[in-house]
């Protein structure tokens, strides 16, 4: 229950709503344990008047009257029971809310390098699974088990002084029923466990074959496909059938240790009447009411059990998550002036996961204003720089300063809202193209949203959409070519009017036309800010103030186009191939 104690915080919140809700289970408990009492005295009554102890008249006064004490208590017992469900259900469901928002919370607050070491399957699990099996917990373990704690405490002291060694008979096969419902209930989550495995492994599967089924088709591997479909169904179908016949036992155990308990009152009741220990046959119909009355709560008792066992799992995972600091921090609360003097100083980094050193020794500067461009071999560094300057990583040794300070002491979230970045796959949202342009400023008008893609070349192309600037994007949306994607990105970033722009490689899918064009109008927006340009082409590098060029992580040739071109090395290399692939075309 230690893991447990996290959701303390949140009893505390909902208090009052809860306390409600535990006094109204109690007070609906009692109202419903009125009935087996009143079902004796319609026995007494019935057997006064057998006897000849009371009129015709009476015994029809007497019944009527006990009838509708019966009605009025079902009545009002029903009815605290809506009330008992409205309120601890309900807070199970604000709980389970809070939770979620604190779990996404946390979610955003972790670093990059935390989604690489986790699968998003497990992810997407802590924040439905986990809190479902903690809400629980919250929920109908608590309800349950007041429930079942008012109920037997109520009704043992009602038969104990009714009749004490009937009551023992009685409860003798209850704690029976509780130990195999529990042993029951753990075998159906482990089951049911592995079900839901397969389950996800079958959804993840036929949505991986649904999203790449362009490559299916055009590799005519529809019949392996559907091979490897029905493989994993039928091992999801064998386990369910291996759940449901665990699931089978449930009923027919209940019945079995009801029916057991009945015949105990009866025969152990019967008995006691003839020998005249009990004196009216109500009794033993009082009893075979409480019997069926207490069988569901005290079931419950293994069942709440195995689902607090769950819970107690699931919050652990929780916990754990939600102890992990980001390894990027903001360390400075107020706010950090971001302009564009960048200065890379002998900076070291190493990817942790891989442990490939990405950059060794690199030295560099932009003022503000300036344009840097970055050329390299694939997998040279270039991006990885880009990444440094919004600080999605720290550096292992060196300095990076920006405005002269420490980029560790600059506010984490004024130095990424002064950054626009372009990345080398644009990911656009299923949403309209709108918002996924304003996704860049949230409170955009149209006519910013319509001057951005102009300034990105990319509004010629979304006014030929029937929905234009509406038009839906990604699942049951239209595709975008390649080009159009990054010319959208772009659009995302420039209309954020930030202080620094950063462009990984983001005219790749584009043609050369197109590019001259953007270039162009990114000329004039840049004029005033410090932009990074990471491509593979001279035509993107060659306005920049400065270009460096890398290689294996290190600064092997820097300085402007004019000088690149008249020195040896890859950049001049580079050039003349373009060039003469451009004549040639
Ligand atoms: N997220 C990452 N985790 C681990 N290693 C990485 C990661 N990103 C890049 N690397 C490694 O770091 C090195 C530099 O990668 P980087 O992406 O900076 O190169 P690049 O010059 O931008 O390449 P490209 O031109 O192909 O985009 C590569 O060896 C790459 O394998």
């Known amino acids: 229950m230690k893991e447990l104690q996290h959701l303390n915080k949140y009893f505390l919140k909902y208090k009052t709503k809860l306390t409600l809700g535990i006094l109204i289970t109690i007070i609906a408990r ?21 006897d000849g102890n009371i009129t015709k008249e009476v015994i029809k006064s007497e019944l009527l009257e006990i009838i509708l004490y019966i009605i009025g208590a079902a009545i009002i017992g ?10 601890i259900i309900n807070i199970s469901r604000y709980i389970e809310y809070d939770l979620k928002n604190e779990v996404y919370a946390q979610y ?33 373990a ?56 397969y389950l996800s492994k079958l959804s993840t599967y036929t949505q991986e074959s649904f999203s790449g089924i362009s490559v299916i088709k055009a590799y005519g591997i529809e019949p392996q496909t559907s091979k490897s479909f029905e493989n994993l169904a039928e091992e999801s179908k064998n386990k369910q059938v291996s759940l449901a016949k665990v699931q089978a036992w449930f009923f027919p155990m ?9 015949l105990l009152v009866i025969y152990v009741g019967g008995m006691q009447y003839i020998n005249g220990q009990i004196e009216s046959l109500g009794t033993i119909a009082e009893f075979i009411i409480y019997v069926n009355m207490l069988t569901w709560p005290v079931a419950t008792v293994g069942w709440v059990t195995s689902i607090v066992q769950q819970a107690e799992a699931s919050q652990k995972r929780i916990n754990e998550f939600l102890k992990i600091e980001p390894e990027i921090k903001n360390n400075v609360q107020e706010q950090t002036e971001v302009s564009g003097d960048i200065v890379f100083k002998d900076v070291t980094f190493t990817y942790d996961d891989t442990n490939i050193q990405a950059l060794k020794g690199i030295s560099f500067d932009i003022k503000n204003g300036e344009t840097l461009a970055i050329l390299g071999k694939t997998g040279s560094g270039k991006s990885t720089i880009l990444d440094l300057i919004g600080r999605l990583y720290d550096i292992d040794s060196g300095s990076i300063t920006i405005n002269k300070l420490s980029i560790e002491k600059h ?14 796959d644009a990911f656009l949202f299923s949403d309209t193209i709108k918002n996924n342009i304003k996704f860049g400023k949230e409170n955009a008008t149209d006519d910013e949203v319509i001057e951005a893609a102009k300034n990105a070349q990319v509004h010629k192309n979304i006014i030929k959409f029937n929905n234009g600037y509406d038009t839906v994007l990604g699942e049951r949306g239209i595709t975008l ?22 462009f990984d490689d983001c005219l790749s899918a584009v043609d050369t036309e197109t590019e001259e064009k953007i270039l162009k109008t990114l000329n004039k927006i840049t004029a005033q800010k410090t932009s990074v340009i990471v ?8 306005n920049a103030d400065k270009i460096i060029v890398l290689e294996d992580g290190k600064i092997v040739q820097q300085g402007t186009h004019e000088s690149l071109i008249n020195e040896e090395g890859y950049y001049k290399h580079l050039y003349l191939k373009q060039l003469s692939e451009n004549t040639s075309d």
């Open 411 to 424: 506010n984490l979230t004024n130095l990424r809202d002064s950054i626009g970045y372009v990345p080398q």
């Open 142 to 197: 608590i309800m349950y088990s007041i429930n079942t704690v008012t109920l037997f405490i109520i009704s043992i002291i009602y038969m104990y002084n009714e009749a004490p060694l009937l009551t023992m008979y009685t409860v003798i096969p209850l704690p029976i029923l509780s130990v195999a419902i529990y042993k029951l209930s753990k075998e159906i989550h482990n089951r049911s466990t592995i079900v839901q495995q």
């Open 254 to 262: 209940m019945v079995l240790l009801i029916g057991t308990s009945n």
């Open 78 to 87: 029903a009815i605290l029971t809506f009330f008992m469900r409205q309120y």
């Open 535 to 542: 491509s593979h082409r001279v035509s993107s590098a060659k």
């Open 30 to 50: 009692i109202f419903l344990l009125y009935t087996p009492r009143y079902v004796r005295k319609i026995f007494i009554v019935v057997e006064n008047y057998l």
């Open 108 to 140: 955003q607050k972790l670093s990059l390098n935390f989604y690489k070491k986790n699968r998003t399957g497990d992810l997407m699990n802590r924040i439905s699974e986990d809190v479902g099996r903690v809400r629980m917990y919250v929920g109908p």
């Open 481 to 502: 070519s390649g080009g159009q994607k990054q010319r959208v990105s772009i659009a995302r970033a420039i209309i954020k009017t930030p202080k620094i722009l950063l």
